[in-house]
């Protein structure tokens, strides 16, 4: 899948990484606590949250993680976005709820895998 298929299937707005939509996803994560995403240590990921502050983008670059979804149509201020376009990290914002985005990516085949 890619960061364009996520993208259409949350009916998501691009924020940040325009250009770079065909970046490859493997796996997603959905949380609010950084300590949790940290445990998910996979690389070509999307994580899903509703946390907006700059340690989501720090804690994304240390795990190579593509795409930060914020989900419940949170938005970052500009500071974290220009943070995520220097890093390379793609940021979407989703009107839905995490419990209903992580279904719809899970549905769509995204799988998140045993810990």
Known sequence: ?????VRDKLGA???????HLDEEVRSACGSDMMSDVLAFSKDHSVLLTGLCNPQVIRTAEMLDI???VFVR??????????????????ILSTGHR????????Y?????????
Do not use: Q, W, Y
């Open 13 to 19: 707005k691009v924020l940040a990484g325009e250009n």
């Open 107 to 115: 549905e769509a085949g995204l799988h998140g895998g045993a810990i």
């Open 73 to 90: 149509g949170k938005k970052p201020d500009e500071s974290m976005l220009l943070m995520a376009e220097e890093r390379g990290i793609i």
């Open 98 to 105: 995490m419990f209903s985005a992580c279904g719809l990516l």
């Open 66 to 68: 593509v795409c930060i």
């Open 1 to 5: 899948m890619t960061v364009r298929d």
